[in-house]
């Protein structure tokens, strides 16, 4: 019996996997709306790919207007402001730490070691 490692080995060397590799790769918005129904389907039909889905996300009560519907605003790092109106999907730029090329004379980089968080990423500030 081919183990789901094999497979995926298989598949990347081009080498006749016994079947299809399945991939799962939920994105947090996915999770957000389908929640417990997409687990089940991970469970019935597991992966090939070491996958955990435990927690389902949702927004913070604060990121909901009046009307419940999602809309954040975050200032990372480097000074640029994201507009965020989908939960869980990648926001928009809505400004820039500066805005021509004389201001940009006196921009300050941030720290690149500090702001790292454990996966190499950088964080936002909420």
């Known amino acids: 019996m081919t183990t789901p490692r094999q497979r995926l080995l298989d598949a990347f060397a081009f080498s006749n996997p016994n079947r299809i590799p399945v991939v799962y790769h939920p994105s947090p918005a996915g999770l ?5 129904k997409l687990r089940q389907l991970f469970e ?5 790919n070491p996958a955990a889905f435990e927690e389902v996300s949702a927004p913070s009560p604060n990121a909901l207007d009046e009307n419940g519907k999602y809309h954040e605003v975050r200032k990372d790092e480097w000074g640029t402001e994201w507009e965020f109106l989908i939960f869980g999907l990648q926001g928009h730029p809505k400004s820039y730490p500066f805005a021509d090329w004389k201001e940009a004379e006196d921009y300050k980089f941030p720290a690149y070691q500090e702001n790292l968080n454990v996966a190499g990423y950088y964080r936002s500030q909420g």
């Open 32 to 36: 957000h709306v389908h929640g417990q």
């Open 44 to 48: 019935t039909y597991p992966p090939d």
